[in-house]
């Protein structure tokens, strides 16, 4: 039987906090842990080299898919596991380890855990992506880069934790995905996907009105699209919190009613429209007795749905927890309830 190699490969800068964890979680189920450096100013190298990683350096060229494909190169196993610094394997294992009796004929996607908020109110938020390559594919894209292939795409029992939305993560890296989104944006006008990533930038750091911009944006451009891409469910959720936060509930509502049947089993769509409305009744009270049963409706829908980490975006909890949550808070309160700050 053929045995084919399995590399893990990243691409880091200045990640000497969380290199070790993300190292550590991959070594017991890969041949070789490979590491590309772009220009640390802390001991990010010594780090890795203690863990058993290879280091190489590479100068940083405002583009991630240049610096994906000369890990990739330097990597040169049947089989890729591409992470970051901020991310490690949480769960899978075994499975990434079966990859050595398997012909590297298909990519896979896994299963990245991203925790949002502060410390003790994180959040939990679920994407699949495209993080498991046969050794010959490559990246395209300045950021947000993507595979380029048409093999066949498969869902993996494999894990992978991210922390890179913490305060301190975000303020690090504030400014730097915008501009290049801008940049990208610049060459390729009507992308949707870059769109969308611009506006979840914006989202991410509470600039609400350019991401429904973006997300407008994104929207008007499928239509060039060969079929529908998970994207859209986190862009129409987060276009919905967006709508929110600018104070445009009617429109919001609007916004939701239009998107109900394709979104009718997300039960993170219905968490946010409960949510927006919940918010509409607190900044006008005349409006409650009408909004509560709607309000009390949508998250009841939520518990109806279950959870559906599926769904790319799906927040842990909307379909057990934390719809459970706010029933119990608007159900006690009735009326007097007022928007979560």
Known sequence: MQRYTVAAVLIVRDEAPRLRRALDSLRPWTDRLVVV?????????????AAGAEVSHLRWCDDFGIARNTALERAGADWHIVLDGDEWLARGGETLATLRTLRPDFVGAVRVDSDHGPQGHTSVASNWISRLLPGHVRYTGRIHEQPQHTLPVRRLPLQVGHDGYSAVALDRKAGRNATLLQRALGDHPDDPYLWYQLGKDHDVYGRHADALHCFNQAEARLAGLAATPAWLHDLSVRSLHALKCCG??????????????RWDRSPDFFFALGDLMLDWAANEPARATELLPMIEGAWQRCLEIGERPDLE???HGRGSHL????????RQFGPRVHAPK
């Open 323 to 330: 719809a459970t949550h706010n029933l119990g808070v608007l």
């Open 313 to 315: 975006g799906a927040v």
């Open 37 to 49: 450096d772009t220009g640390s100013q802390d001991n990010t190298v010594a780090v890795a080299r």
């Open 248 to 261: 445009r509930h009617a429109d919001g509502v609007q916004r939701a009613s239009d998107g109900m049947a």
